[in-house]
């Protein structure tokens, strides 16, 4: 698991989920978030740290839609899952959305504290039972690409996308349900017909964490 791991299950308002924010902007505090509410889910978006946060309601609160910091019931909210953007560096819109990039997706800075280093469920068994042999971490940088990741990580508990046309359809994904981590692929490597083929050569765009199976 990775330390942003560590930080599900929190809560909007804990000391930890801010220091945490801070020690990615560099120890600066962390820019106040664009806040997206939903009766079944809060989205903190941080733009400029290239992270967007994922928060569940529970005990029964159900937020109302387009709510501010201010009147959420922060400790009704539990950290569900982080996405973590990796952007190309031109800014250019028309370029961006050739690559797949979605309008809000060009928003996002390139999360700045990368590399992102992972500890790796090191019991993971293949469909015949027998335990796989991989590395018990792995380090995942700006250039990563698809055959980077798979041949640290392995093939994917579960992946898809890359169907249809170039123009809309949407970048291949892969997700290793053990380690708690979904990676979604951009460019036009990752697009379209044969995009399994050449994905390989495609860098990541987005990492979702998540809490791992074997967690």
Not at 18 to 45: C, H, M, Q, R
Not at 171 to 193: L, V
Request: proline share 7%.
């Amino acid at each position: 698991m990775s330390s942003l791991h560590a930080l599900l299950g929190l809560s909007p308002s804990t000391q930890e989920l801010t220091d945490a924010l801070a020690s990615i902007n560099s120890g600066n505090p962390a820019p106040d978030p664009e806040v997206k509410s939903y009766p079944d889910a809060v989205y903190f978006n941080y733009y400029p740290l290239g992270l967007s946060i994922l928060f569940t309601p529970r005990n029964g609160y159900k937020p109302k839609i387009g709510l501010k910091y201010s009147d959420l019931d922060t400790g009704k909210l539990s950290l569900d899952s982080i996405d973590v953007y990796n952007v190309p560096k031109a800014k250019d819109p028309k370029k961006l959305a050739r690559s797949g990039s979605s309008r809000s997706e060009i928003a996002y800075a390139t999360f700045p504290a990368l590399p992102l280093a992972f500890a790796l469920a090191t019991d993971v068994k293949d469909k015949s039972g027998v335990v796989i042999k991989r590395p018990d971490s792995i380090s995942i940088s700006v250039q990563s690409t698809g055959k980077d990741l798979v041949s640290t990580l392995g093939e994917p508990d579960r992946k898809g996308g890359g169907a249809g046309p170039s123009s809309g359809s949407i970048g291949i994904w892969c997700e290793w349900s053990n380690d708690g981590i979904m990676i979604e692929f951009g460019g036009d490597e990752a697009r379209g017909p044969q995009a399994w083929e050449r994905g390989k050569d495609a860098a990541w765009k987005v990492i979702t964490i998540f809490k791992a199976k074997s967690s």
